[in-house]
C-alpha cells in the first residue's frame, strides 16, 4: 500500500496538517506500506521555499518518515500538459474567456443559478462559442482558461463510475456536481484537480487519503481517472480537526502551527498526537489508528 501526504507550501503546518500527516502514515504503517511525501506548489504567487523546509522540518520532529525525492509539482508541469493534450485530443476541452466578474453577473441574472460544493456552477456561456469564435477571441490575445466539459466526458465514459472509500464502501460518481471545471488558466498552468489525479498515477498511489471538506473532489478525480486511462486507488475520507469552537484550523493563527507549539508552547511530539486524540470526534474506525502511536 501506498499513501501520501500532500500539503501546499503556502504557510506553517498546523495541527490540522499533523493529523492528515498522521492519518496517512499510520494507514500505510498499519497495512504494511508506506507514505510519500509530495509538495503541491503550483501557486508560485503563494508558495515559498521556506515553508517547504518548514515542512520537512515539522514533519520530521513528528516522527514521520518519507522517501526521497520529493516530487514537488512545480519541477512536472509537461507531465500535467500532457494530460490536458489527451483531454484536448478527445475534445473534452475548451476555452473560457469570461471573467469572474462576468460569470458573477451572468449568474446573478439568471436567478436561481445551481450551486455546487466550489459555490456557483460555471453557467457554460463559452461552451456554446463556434470553433470560429473561439479562434477570433484567442487570436485577438484574450485571456482564457480551459475548462472540463462534464457532459462531454460523461457521455464518452458511457458507464456508471464508482469509487471505493475504506470506511464508506462503493460510492458512485456524481462530476456533474461541479460543472465544468477550470483545469488550467494563463496564470497557473495546470489546476489542483488535475495535479493531483496526475500525481497520484504517476507515484504509484494505491490510497488516497484526504479531509472529509474534499470528498466531492473525488467525484471530478474519478472522471478524469477514467478519462485519462488511470488507475483507480481506494480512497479514506477522514474527519476534520476542529478547535474547541467547532472552527477548522488556519495557517493564518499562528498559536497552533507546530513551530509555535514546539518552540513557543514547549509541546512534545507525544502531547500534539493526545491534543489530535482529544479534538477527534469520539466516535469511528479510524480512531484505532492511533492507539498504538
Known amino acids: 500500500m501506498l499513501t501520501r501526504f500532500a500539503p501546499s507550501p503556502t504557510g506553517r503546518l498546523h495541527l490540522g496538517h499533523a493529523w492528515s500527516a498522521w492519518f496517512s502514515y ?19 504567487g503563494r508558495c515559498r521555499p521556506e515553508f517547504i523546509d518548514g515542512i520537512y522540518e515539522d514533519l520530521a520532529w513528528l516522527g514521520i518518515e518519507w522517501p526521497t525525492p520529493v516530487r514537488l509539482q512545480s519541477e512536472h508541469f509537461a507531465d500535467y500538459s500532457a494530460a490536458l493534450e489527451t483531454l484536448r485530443n478527445r475534445n473534452l476541452l475548451y476555452p473560457c474567456f469570461c471573467t469572474r466578474k462576468e460569470i458573477q453577473e451572468e449568474i446573478e441574472q439568471a436567478g436561481a443559478a445551481p450551486h455546487g460544493p466550489e459555490g456557483a ?11 470560429a469564435e473561439r479562434e477570433e477571441k484567442i487570436a485577438s490575445g484574450m485571456p482564457y482558461a480551459l475548462r472540463l466539459d462534464v457532459g462531454a466526458a460523461l457521455r464518452q465514459a458511457g458507464q456508471k463510475l464508482t469509487w471505493r472509500d475504506l470506511y464508506r464502501g462503493e460510492e458512485r460518481a456524481k462530476p456533474e456536481i461541479l460543472g465544468d471545471v477550470v483545469l488550467a488558466r494563463k496564470g497557473v498552468p495546470a489546476s489542483y484537480h488535475l495535479c493531483v489525479t496526475v500525481d497520484d498515477h504517476l507515484q504509484g498511489v494505491t490510497l488516497v487519503t484526504r479531509g472529509e471538506d474534499l470528498l466531492y473532489a473525488t467525484h471530478l478525480h474519478r472522471l478524469l481517472q477514467h478519462l485519462l486511462n488511470y488507475s483507480v486507488p481506494q480512497w479514506a475520507h477522514h474527519p476534520l480537526l476542529l478547535d474547541a469552537e467547532g472552527n477548522r484550523f488556519a495557517k493564518r493563527n499562528q498559536a497552533t502551527t507546530l513551530k509555535s507549539l514546539r ?26 489508528l492511533l492507539v498504538d502511536v
Do not use: F, H, N, V
Open 26 to 44: 499510520l494507514q500505510a504503517r498499519s497495512r504494511g506500506g508506506r507514505m510519500i511525501l509530495r509538495i503541491e506548489d503550483i501557486d508560485a
Open 121 to 131: 456552477i460555471y453557467p457554460g456561456t463559452c461552451r456554446a462559442l463556434s470553433a
Open 263 to 288: 518552540e513557543e508552547a514547549g509541546k512534545t511530539p507525544d502531547e500534539i498526537i493526545e491534543m489530535i486524540w482529544s479534538a477527534l470526534p469520539q466516535q469511528g474506525p479510524w480512531r484505532r
